[in-house]
């Protein structure tokens, strides 16, 4: 049985899907409301207040397509930006674990996300696979030493770009970066797709109509 079907890791994930359903509706629609009085907008400081307890989550089928995807890509070290409540790094764990070991490294802003994605990893018997990485991802994923093999980008999205510019020397040849989100912030993200979807800066790029949409691309050197 591979890991992610296994009762323990199962039951966490049903459990999270299950919790994320019921925590961010409210969330967002406060968020939408508040854009709304400002006329569409909001600063990255008043959207982060709002955020900052919403789970912002894969859900279950975008999870097992990152899973098959680490796991066919052999990914022993994956680099995710934006653990929230560890949904998609239980995914990743459960890839690595399959694969005969490695390690996530997992970069989140908010302190209680990190302590409830520790314990959710416990849970799921997955947290000795994953190096948890809590504050500034500029900062705290700095300092990776060995080859990356996936990176994953799910946190602030006005990050995705600088976040794969600090990381760009540490990716093999052939590496993974799959970006989230494109449907939802689609003028966020813009700066981000025009660069991997340029044919100089060393990518090849695609769209990928899974979840709420994801710029797969791939280091070509």
Do not use: C
């Amino acid at each position: 049985m591979i890991a992610l079907d296994t009762r323990q890791v199962a039951e966490t994930l049903d459990r999270l899907f299950l919790d994320a359903e019921r925590n961010d509706p409210p969330i967002m629609e406060r968020l939408q409301a508040e854009a709304a009085k400002r006329g569409g907008a909001l600063d990255d400081h008043l959207a982060a207040e709002h955020l900052g307890e919403a789970y912002l989550s894969i859900d279950s089928h975008t999870g097992r397509f990152l899973y098959t995807l680490a796991l066919a890509h052999a990914s022993r070290t994956v680099v995710e930006f934006g653990t929230s409540f560890g949904i998609s790094t239980i995914h990743f764990a459960a890839a690595v674990r399959d694969l005969g070991g490695g390690r996530v490294i997992t970069a989140e802003q908010v302190a209680g996300k990190v302590r409830q994605a520790r314990a959710n990893l416990a849970q799921a018997g997955l947290d000795d696979l994953v190096d948890f990485r809590e504050g500034d991802a500029l900062q705290t994923l700095a300092d990776i030493d060995s080859p990356i093999d996936l990176i994953f980008l799910d946190g602030w999205k006005g990050l995705y770009l600088p976040v794969l510019k600090l990381l760009e020397a540490k990716l093999r040849p052939g590496a993974v970066i799959v970006a989230d989100d494109l449907d939802i912030f689609p003028e966020q993200l813009r700066p981000y797709l025009e660069y991997v979807r340029h044919p100089d800066h060393g990518y090849a790029s695609v769209e990928v109509p899974i979840g709420d949409r994801m710029e797969l691309s791939v280091r070509r050197f």
